[in-house]
């Protein structure tokens, strides 16, 4: 497509309810990211991707965070047994290489628990 | 660890009325230091990258320069439609499956009335 395309845009859950948040990225870029921007904060790492690894999870806050990337495109960001500090907008990048090349956002989405 | 801060945190203009915008980095090594404009309730939106000192870009009414400790946004004769939060983010030289996460600082609030 023409740009990052993240789906839902708007997600509203129940607490202890597990949510998945999908991400199609640029056609043809390998680098993935997502990244959390709670209400008036800045932009938090979770993971990055090249191809379908993940050389870099340090932003995942706990063991209820994971995510997959599969074919080089599609990724997918799961939380399991959501709390209210999950709630958030989840964005997600893509850039073509990851390497000295502008990484371009996706719209987000935000997730409420309540 | 990487740091990025933005000041200041708000600013407001008149129209017509020019200023500055400042992003202090600590980084081990510099790969690229980016600027994304973000509109309430979107993703952020590309701007510029720098890669050296002494780097500067120019998008209309807008310029970015590059110094080893920190960049400049600087926003001439603006318009309301410039009104958005102005990130800034750099990516650290290292092994590209660890070192390419941008970390972002948390914004200049831009408002620009009439």
């Known amino acids: 497509g023409a740009g990052v395309s993240q789906s839902p845009s708007n997600k509203v859950t129940e607490k202890g309810k597990d949510v998945e948040l999908r991400c199609d990225p640029i056609?043809?870029?390998?680098?993935l990211y997502w990244y959390r921007q709670r209400l008036g904060q800045g932009l938090e790492f979770l993971i990055y991707?090249?191809?379908?690894?993940?050389?870099?999870k340090s932003g995942l806050p706990s063991d209820r965070f994971s995510a997959e990337r599969t074919g080089e495109s599609v990724s997918t960001l799961t939380i399991q047994r959501t709390q209210q500090e999950d709630s958030a907008v989840y964005l997600c990048?893509?850039?073509?290489?990851?390497?000295?090349?502008?990484?371009?956002f996706g719209q987000g989405t935000r997730l409420t628990v309540v | 660890e990487d740091q990025v801060t933005q000041s200041p945190e708000a600013l407001r203009l008149q129209e017509g009325e020019s200023s500055s915008l400042n992003c202090s980095y600590t980084?081990?090594?510099?790969?690229?230091l980016f600027w994304y404009r973000q509109d309430p309730g979107k993703g952020p939106e590309f701007l510029f990258t720098?890669?050296?000192a002494g780097e500067e870009k120019e998008k209309e009414r807008l310029k970015a320069t590059l110094t080893k400790k920190e960049s400049f946004l600087h926003i001439t004769a603006p318009k309301p439609e410039d009104s958005a939060t102005y990130l800034c983010?750099?990516?650290?030289?290292?092994?590209?499956?660890?070192?390419?996460?941008?970390?972002f600082g948390t914004g200049t609030r831009l408002q620009v009335t009439l």
């Open positions: 990048a893509s850039s073509l290489d990851g390497w000295k090349t502008e990484a371009f």
């Open positions: 056609s043809g870029h390998t680098a």
């Open positions: 991707f090249q191809g379908n690894s993940a050389p870099d």
């Open positions: 980084v081990s090594g510099l790969r690229g």
């Open positions: 720098l890669y050296s």
């Open positions: 983010a750099v990516q650290a030289r290292g092994d590209t499956g660890t070192a390419s996460k941008l970390t």
